[in-house]
């Protein structure tokens, strides 16, 4: 069974910068498009990013320019830079296969910006 642990969040300031990490046990990951999610209080689970196996990357308007997703296929792990962050970007962050699969959710990591 796979097993999904994302790590790396925390309290921040508006404007500032996390990185979160993922890794997973198994190697499906590595031949997997891979996404980032984010689900924020009262709201549904959202893509924030997503990096195809050969690098190609996708983001929606409301994180472009601003997060960076990045995998290592050797070592089962996909990071997801964040910068300029701000309340809005409050959310549990998670990572799954793109599309995504139940199989797969983790506990997530919560990052929180507020002064």
């Known amino acids: 069974q796979v097993q999904v642990v994302e790590s790396g969040g925390g309290l921040v300031q508006p404007g500032g910068s996390l990185r979160l990490s993922c890794a997973a046990s198994?190697?499906?990951?590595?031949?997997?498009?891979m996404g980032w999610y984010r689900q924020a209080p009262g709201k549904q689970r959202e893509l924030v990013a997503y990096?195809?196996?050969?690098?190609?990357?996708y983001y929606p308007d409301s994180v472009k320019g601003r997060f960076t997703i990045a995998r290592d296929n050797a070592k089962n792990t996909i990071d997801l830079q964040m910068s300029n962050l701000s309340p809005e970007d409050t959310a549990v962050y998670y990572c799954?296969?793109?599309?995504?699969?139940?199989?797969?959710w983790g506990q997530g990591t919560q990052v929180t910006v507020s002064s």
């Open positions: 799954n296969r793109y599309p995504p699969e139940d199989d797969y």
């Open positions: 198994g190697n499906i990951f590595s031949i997997s498009t």
């Open positions: 990096i195809r196996r050969g690098g190609r990357t």
